[in-house]
């Protein structure tokens, strides 16, 4: 069980907190931990405790790019839980702030995209939605290569295309799909 291994973890992080190892391992078991929840359905109030966790964790090493992945892997893992856009805003925030201080992470980027995507899911306007598409964009140009940014990229593309009426518009994210699609062989 995951939380049985998170508590061994945590024990040994109590007996040696200055450990950068041990409190990484805490991390990753603890977003391991937030994957669990979040699959089991549980409420965005329990995938948050161990976000929490995983920040005290960030805080007391600030300048750790793995515990910061982490950070914001478990912050994707609460915006599936939360329910309302201004709650996923909050945690996509977070997840940028970790971003700007790890700019050339590409995985911090690929989930500041991924939570990107989990908020245009609840915002109701184009607009809205458009402006999240953009960000998802910034992040796909700076890391062109990556078929993970590319493929978080076609998903916020899609669901622009649900909002919006205009069909010249429609058909240009379509055409922005396909070429996607072509360049990294993507087939959803």
């Known amino acids: 069980?995951?939380?049985?291994?998170?508590?061994?973890?945590?024990?040994?992080?109590?007996?040696?907190?200055?450990?950068?190892?041990?409190?990484?391992?805490?991390?990753?078991?603890?977003?391991?931990?937030t994957i669990r929840l979040?699959?089991?359905?549980?409420?965005?109030?329990?995938?948050?405790?161990?976000?929490?966790?995983?920040?005290?964790?960030?805080?007391?090493?600030?300048?750790t790019q793995e515990i910061a992945e982490a950070f914001a892997r478990g912050l994707v893992s609460l915006t599936?839980?939360?329910?309302?856009a201004q709650e996923r805003a909050c945690s996509v925030d977070r997840i940028e702030e970790l971003y700007r201080q790890f700019p050339a992470s590409q995985e911090i980027a690929l989930e500041f995209a991924k939570g990107l995507v989990n908020l245009t899911v609840e915002q109701e306007t184009a607009?809205?939605?458009?402006?999240?598409?953009?960000?998802?964009e910034e992040l796909?140009?700076?890391?062109?290569?990556?078929?993970?940014?590319?493929?978080?990229?076609?998903?916020?593309?899609?669901?622009?295309?649900?909002v919006i009426s205009d069909e010249a518009l429609i058909e240009e994210l379509k055409s922005k799909i396909e070429e996607l699609r072509r360049r990294f062989g993507l087939n959803n």
């Open 1 to 33: 069980e995951v939380s049985l291994s998170v508590d061994r973890i945590k024990e040994l992080y109590r007996q040696f907190p200055a450990s950068q190892e041990i409190a990484l391992r805490l991390a990753r078991g603890l977003v391991n931990l």
């Open 140 to 162: 796909y140009r700076q890391f062109p290569g990556s078929q993970e940014i590319a493929l978080e990229f076609v998903d916020g593309l899609q669901n622009l295309m649900k």
């Open 80 to 84: 599936n839980r939360q329910e309302t």
């Open 38 to 63: 979040t699959i089991r359905q549980e409420t965005a109030q329990e995938v948050s405790l161990s976000v929490a966790r995983i920040e005290e964790l960030y805080r007391q090493f600030p300048a």
């Open 127 to 136: 607009r809205e939605v458009s402006l999240s598409v953009a960000r998802i």
